[in-house]
């Protein structure tokens, strides 16, 4: 029973901060393009790959 006063306010303090994390993401614009970087690596650079080293 004594964890308990141990664990409930670790547990709250977690909890908020992962709130904070959450919020503070969200004011800092993490999630504003939610689509652009699922199919910005589907789109060719047109750069051609860098020469392979040979082989002696």
Do not use: C, K, V
Not at 26 to 44: I, K, P, V
Request: aromatic letters at 12%; hydrophobic letters at 50%; zero cysteines.
């Amino acid at each position: 029973m004594t964890s308990l006063l141990f664990l409930i306010p670790i547990a709250l303090f977690l909890g908020l901060l992962a709130l904070a994390g959450f919020f503070w993401s969200l004011r800092n614009g993490q999630y504003e393009d939610m689509d652009g970087s699922a199919t910005r690596f589907l789109h060719d650079d047109d750069r051609p790959l860098p020469a392979a080293p040979s082989a002696r």
